[in-house]
């Protein structure tokens, strides 16, 4: 039938057959050029994600680096830490001090107080080795003294001063 609602007799029913397969081809070909866009459009996504999570390998491994890295800084810390701490104990006692006298300016009040208290301490001891020494050596003018007057029995003014000045001192 044509378009007039009459059959028409030029045409056959092979050549209909053949514009049906024609448009089914042409839908075909359509449906093919559609899918083969979505795939396309599907790779780019599909490189993009690739790339992210390359990127992302890259990232993880330098962080990884990096904290292995301040871990083994850590563990030398430490251990030059203990050293120090063992030096320190195993040494004996020391007289302390600061360092730096810009330091202070810069210390908490609790550190200051500590420092004091350790410094009164070392000053402590500081005086009572001097004191013993001054004792000793006083006491050392006072033989020699006596073993002068025991022989000569009459000691030089020199060492009378000498010994006035080490009772002073």
Same mark, same amino acid.
Request: charged residues 25%; aromatic residues 6%.
């Given at each position: 039938?044509? !378009?007039?609602?009459?059959?028409?007799?030029?045409?056959?029913?092979?050549?209909?057959?053949?514009?049906?397969?024609?448009?089914?081809? %042409?839908?075909?070909?359509? /449906?093919? *050029?559609?899918?083969?866009?979505?795939?396309?459009? &599907?790779? +780019?996504?599909? %490189?993009?994600?690739?790339?992210?999570?390359?990127? &992302?390998?890259? /990232?993880?491994?330098? *962080?990884?680096?990096? #904290? +292995?890295?301040?871990?083994?800084?850590?563990?030398?810390?430490? $251990?030059?830490?203990? !050293?120090?701490?063992?030096?320190?104990?195993?040494?004996?006692?020391? =007289?302390?001090?600061?360092?730096?006298? $810009?330091?202070?300016?810069?210390?908490? =009040?609790?550190?200051?107080?500590?420092? +004091? &208290? !350790?410094?009164?301490?070392?000053?402590?001891?500081?005086?009572?080795?001097?004191?013993?020494?001054?004792?000793?050596?006083? #006491?050392?003018? !006072?033989?020699?003294? *006596?073993?002068?007057?025991?022989?000569?029995?009459?000691?030089?003014?020199?060492?009378?001063? *000498?010994? %006035? =000045? #080490? $009772?002073?001192?």
């Amino acid at each position: 039938m044509n !378009q007039l609602g009459l059959f028409d007799l030029t045409t056959s029913p092979k050549s209909s057959e053949m514009a049906n397969k024609d448009l089914e081809i %042409a839908r075909l070909k359509e /449906e093919l *050029s559609h899918a083969r866009s979505r795939l396309n459009s &599907w790779d +780019e996504s599909y %490189a993009q994600a690739r790339s992210a999570c390359e990127a &992302w390998k890259k /990232e993880t491994a330098i *962080s990884t680096k990096k #904290a +292995e890295l301040a871990l083994r800084e850590k563990d030398g810390a430490l $251990a030059q830490l203990a !050293q120090l701490q063992k030096e320190m104990e195993s040494a004996g006692p020391y =007289v302390h001090g600061v360092r730096r006298v $810009a330091e202070l300016k810069t210390m908490p =009040v609790g550190v200051l107080k500590t420092i +004091e &208290w !350790q410094l009164r301490k070392d000053l402590f001891e500081v005086e009572k080795v001097g004191a013993t020494r001054c004792f000793c050596k006083q #006491a050392l003018l !006072q033989q020699t003294l *006596s073993l002068l007057v025991a022989h000569a029995g009459v000691a030089p003014a020199y060492l009378r001063f *000498s010994l %006035a =000045v #080490a $009772a002073v001192v």
